[in-house]
């Protein structure tokens, strides 16, 4: 309407006077508004946030009122042609609410109040109808139209409202608590854009909520591996999770702020919907942490280094005060002389494998592999158990030589595998001592089978077993099960996990199964070397590596 306002006065302007009568004429401050709400109104369609999308529609429209209400109190209210542009615009008020069309009646009523009893310009009856018929009942008829329309949607608009309130608070919560968090929290969408930033993420990375929203998260979450270099598709967590949907969490990252210092970080990332949609990164500097279990490592490696000459001394005099051909001791010293000496060699062997831990875990433990014929290798180990076995009232088995064929000769199966061989020693004497340990009478089993491409190696008693809920915490650090069966055996609950950490670096893998009150089998698999394989990898080892 505002545009139109505009062109008549543009062709009134231009064009001669027979073309446009006096009456059709817009006044040059009508045109001024009009080009004022005109590119409001187009500003405001292709601009205006739709949140705000209700007030500035009111503003808009309370503007093309005005604009209207110009043209007509200076084109003559009564004898004007531009009537029906204020009838078109005030049949809208009731669209407004109710305070609006008020606001058009008032404003209606103190022109008409003004030029009868100021102005003294509609002094004929005839003008007053016409202005009651052409400027009040259009608003009056908005106002039946519009909240006759509107009065069954009312229940709807007070759900919808009661909705959005509902929404906002939850909103609101939500925000709080985020913002309360002590760890970086950011949450980016399918394409990797910065969504959210909480503000622990913003002093931990060193950027201001402004300024990363709506950026490539690689911009402000700076991930680099362990060796500093950054993170590329394969390890970077954010990327894994928006391309496979399963959350990643890791303590091996460091993260470059701001400012350049490298912090390590917990990083983990989760998805958010669908795959692909989006993911929220929980992060937080573990730097202080990781320096603490540094220096506790290096504390208990030193300890154990420094312990381990004293307490082998120690066991080296015992040895001799309990052999006969080196002293003279009578029954009783005897006694307590052996006690001590298998204290001294409990002690020893903790000492022993917290070294060999702390070797493991600052990656100082080396990986020799060299092709190994497993059956034999274990076959060795086992037969150093046997009069410990035989001590304690059991039968110790080695399955693959004990087999029989037809005509009563052991068989034994080849199973070649390229592993650190002290590394093997020192997992299966663990397996068979524990096996020995924990198991009161019957039998302790060692097998290798195995398929063309695996060998896997069984040790198998009919022990005290292991409970369920026990099983998933057994190969951790110093875990040891604590019941009625065990409490009277001792141990430092690390062979296990020290166990696992060696097969690990030797490539294979180490479970259990298990039946609580009935044995337990801890099993554990490498990959398998052809006989070609086996050969070549020998014959091409240098003589002084074997
Ligand atoms: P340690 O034997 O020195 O306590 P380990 O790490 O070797 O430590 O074993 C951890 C725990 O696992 C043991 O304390 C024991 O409760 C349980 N365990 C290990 N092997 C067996 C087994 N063969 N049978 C029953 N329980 C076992």
Redesign the pocket.
């Known amino acids: 309407m505002s545009l139109f306002l505009v062109g008549l006065f543009a062709f009134g302007y231009f064009a001669s006077g027979e073309v446009v009568t006096a009456d059709f004429l817009v006044p040059f401050p009508v045109a001024l508004v009009s080009v004022a709400v005109a590119v409001a109104s187009i500003s405001a369609y292709l601009f205006a946030p739709s949140e705000k999308l209700a007030q500035i529609t009111l503003a808009i429209y309370l503007g093309l009122s005005a604009n209207v209400a110009l043209l007509l109190i200076l084109t003559h209210p009564i004898n004007s042609p531009f009537i029906a542009l204020w009838i078109l615009v005030s049949v809208f008020a009731g669209l407004f609410g109710t305070r609006t069309l008020i606001g058009f009646l008032v404003g209606v009523n103190i022109y008409l109040v003004s030029q009868l009893f100021v102005f003294h310009q509609l002094d004929a009856q005839s003008d007053i109808l016409i202005f009651v018929l052409a400027y009040e009942i259009p608003v009056l008829a908005s106002w039946l139209i519009w909240h006759h329309k509107s009065h069954p949607d009312t229940q709807k608009d007070k759900a919808y409202s009661e909705l959005v309130r509902e929404l906002s608070q939850v909103a609101n919560k939500s925000e709080i608590v985020i913002n309360a968090i002590n760890d970086g929290v950011v949450a980016v969408d399918s394409q990797g854009t910065i969504q959210l930033i909480n503000p622990a993420a913003q002093s931990i990375i060193g950027w201001g909520k402004q300024d990363a929203l709506k950026l490539d998260y690689k911009s402000v979450i700076k991930l680099l591996n362990k060796t500093g270099e950054a993170v590329n598709e394969n390890t970077d967590p954010i990327q894994q999770v928006l391309r496979t949907n399963n959350p990643v969490t890791t303590n091996e990252l460091q993260l470059e702020t701001s400012s350049g210092k490298k912090l390590l970080v917990s990083v983990s990332a989760s998805p958010v919907g669908q795959i692909g949609a989006g993911a929220i990164i929980v992060f937080r500097d573990i730097t202080h942490e990781k320096e603490e279990e540094r220096q506790q490592a290096e504390f208990i490696s030193t300890a154990s280094h420094e312990m381990r000459t004293p307490v082998a001394t120690i066991e080296g005099y015992l040895g001799l005060a309990l052999n006969p051909n080196t002293a003279a001791i009578d029954e009783k010293a005897r006694d307590y002389l052996t006690k001590a000496s298998a204290s001294v060699k409990h002690l020893g062997n903790l000492f022993q494998d917290l070294l060999d831990i702390s070797r493991v875990e600052d990656g100082r433990l080396k990986n020799n592999p060299k092709v190994v014929d497993l059956v034999a290798f274990v076959g060795e180990i086992v037969s150093t158990f046997d009069a410990r076995a035989k001590e304690k009232g059991l039968v110790l088995m080695f399955k693959p030589t004990t087999q029989q064929n037809g005509i009563g000769h052991p068989l034994s199966p080849v199973y070649y595998v390229d592993v650190d061989n002290d590394h093997l020693r020192e997992v299966v004497s663990?397996l068979i001592e524990?096996?020995i340990?924990?198991t009161l009478k019957g039998n302790v089993t060692v097998d290798i089978i195995g398929d063309a491409t695996h060998a896997t190696l069984s040790v198998h008693?009919t022990?005290?077993?292991?409970p369920k809920e026990d099983q998933v915490h057994?190969f951790q650090k110093f875990?040891?099960?604590d019941n009625s069966d065990?409490r009277d055996i001792g141990?430092?609950?690390?062979?296990?996990?020290l166990c696992r950490r060696l097969v690990e670096t030797m490539g294979g893998r180490l479970w259990l199964e298990?039946l609580y009150g009935e044995g337990?089998t801890?099993l554990v698999e490498f990959t398998r070397l052809s006989h070609e394989e086996a050969t070549r990898k020998i014959e091409t080892t240098p003589a002084d590596m074997m």
Do not use: E, P
Request: hydrophobic share 30%; proline share 0%.
């Open positions: 663990n524990n096996a340990k924990y008693d022990g005290i077993g292991i057994l875990y040891r099960v065990t141990g430092t609950g690390l062979g296990l996990y298990s337990s801890f």
